[in-house]
């Protein structure tokens, strides 16, 4: 007979305590485990997708289009797919089987990478495609553990920051085990995931004991539950606009994000930087200290309606510095890596908002019930989507530029576009609460 989740945690001497009177030991303790045990987690999971982005396939030309721009459609499409079954499967989510559905989801993806390695090309793309579908849905479970609470923003910014630390670390991990391993760029992912599966299954083991949300988290923010479809149907009813126009701008990073991830290998051997894995650590680490301390400053915010202001003026700033390095970059006036990581702070400063905070504070400031599951997921669908397009599109519209050029221009585009869309939700919001308060 499974035990239930009260009895695991009374087995965990550092999650024990009053309920109803948690001291401030047992609450440090609970958030730094907790926030530990995600981002271990979900770092892993970047071991089990991104590594192969390290390779670059170079000369492999399918149909015209460039074999690593088939595996990354391939792998995002099924990422996709997931997204928008993810609406549903996460907002429905349910506490008990969370560990297992993990460790299944990303046992199939290792698989998935083990038929990539063995099955020839092009035929192995189908692979890529499958890699892509259970991994999609590992976010919305990892976070079903930490929100609703007071430190949610504390602990969904350890989350996020692994957005930008693990894919430059797993790829330099990737690169570590083609270079020095002497492993096919076929092979590499596979490898690569089989040395994160312990370390995967003691992180997800540690955050399945991270105990709910007490009643003080309840008064403080509001309680979070499985959502029918009458729900979601209404919660969209009543943010209609500003859910439009905060997800028309998460589209934009989206894609930034993607090609950022998905193509630097070939910018950074464009740039005079190949056969150097260290690089991507180096220029994304900074990025994942400043957004780590800046954006835990929210968590003593008490007021959700200032927070959730507070979360778009995050992004604008982002996106303001994202198109400031990038204008100074392609006048010669920035260094590459002193570009990559302005441009990386910039972008994390406007993506992590929206992958918990923003909508954290939004649900609290509502009183909403559901959870954020549901519409981080929306978001998300519409984004994968987005970004999959600008990729195709590059492609058969045979658009002959360069990568770092075409990112360049992207940046350009995408931030200026960007803030005049959470300008306009920040006009949205304030007059929602004007209406709210008369």
């Known amino acids: 007979m499974p035990i239930s989740q009260p009895e695991i945690i ?15 030991v047992n609450r440090l303790s609970s958030t730094i485990l907790a926030a530990l045990a995600a981002a271990a987690t979900y770092t892993c999971m970047y071991a089990f997708r991104k590594p192969f982005t390290a390779a670059t396939f170079e000369g492999i030309v ?18 996709m797919a997931s997204k928008f079954y993810g609406i549903r499967f996460i907002s429905e989510l349910k506490s008990a089987g969370r ?34 579908v259970p991994l999609g849905l590992i976010w919305g479970i ?47 992912p596979f490898v690569t ?7 995967l299954t003691g992180a997800a083991w540690l955050l399945n004991r991270t105990p709910p949300p007490d009643r003080f988290d309840l008064e403080a923010r509001s309680e979070r539950r499985p959502m029918t479809k009458a729900e979601r149907r209404a919660f969209l009813q009543k943010f209609l606009l500003g859910i439009l126009l905060l997800v028309a701008a998460y589209l934009l990073l989206t894609v930034l994000r993607d090609l950022r991830d998905n193509f630097a290998a070939e910018m950074w051997k464009e740039l005079g930087y190949g056969g150097q894995p260290a ?12 957004i780590l301390v800046g954006m835990s400053l929210l968590v003593f915010v008490k007021n959700n309606h200032k927070a959730l202001l507070f979360n778009h003026l995050s992004i604008l700033l982002g996106m303001v510095l994202v198109f400031a390095s990038t204008l100074l970059f392609s006048q010669n006036l920035l260094s590459a890596p002193l570009w990559a990581m302005l441009n990386g702070i ?5 993506y992590v908002p929206f992958n918990c905070l923003i909508f954290e504070r939004l649900i609290a400031a509502y009183r909403q019930p559901g959870n954020i599951g549901f519409i981080m997921y929306v978001a998300d669908a519409v984004g994968y989507l987005g970004s999959v397009a600008v990729l195709l599109l590059k492609e058969f519209l045979d658009v002959h530029v360069t990568w770092s050029r075409f990112l360049v221009g ?20 304030l007059r929602k609460k004007t209406i709210a308060n008369q």
């Not at 690593?68 to 391939?74: E, F, G, I, M, T």
């Open 142 to 188: 990892v976070f079903s553990y930490l929100e609703g609470r007071r430190t949610t923003e504390v602990l969904g910014v350890a989350l996020s920051s692994t957005f930008i630390f693990a894919s430059g670390f797993v790829k330099s991990v990737g690169s570590w085990v083609m270079v020095d391993c002497n492993q096919s760029a076929f092979w590499m």
């Open 99 to 132: 560990f297992r559905s993990i460790i299944l989801l990303i046992g199939f993806a290792w698989l998935s990478l083990l038929g990539f390695a063995l099955v020839p090309a092009p035929w192995n793309i189908v692979f890529m495609f499958l890699n892509g």
């Open 279 to 290: 690089i991507f650590t180096k220029t994304e680490l900074p990025a994942t200290l400043v």
């Open 410 to 429: 992207a940046n350009l585009w995408a931030s200026v576009l960007g803030v005049v869309l959470v300008g306009a939700s920040v006009g949205y919001f």
């Open 62 to 79: 399918y149909a015209g289009i460039n074999y690593k721009v088939w595996l990354v459609v391939a792998q995002v499409l099924g990422y």
């Open 193 to 199: 995931g089989a040395l994160f599966i312990v370390p």
């Open 346 to 350: 910039g972008l994390y400063l406007a």
């Open 10 to 24: 009374t087995h965990i001497p550092i999650f024990s305590g009053q309920a109803d009177a948690p001291s401030t």
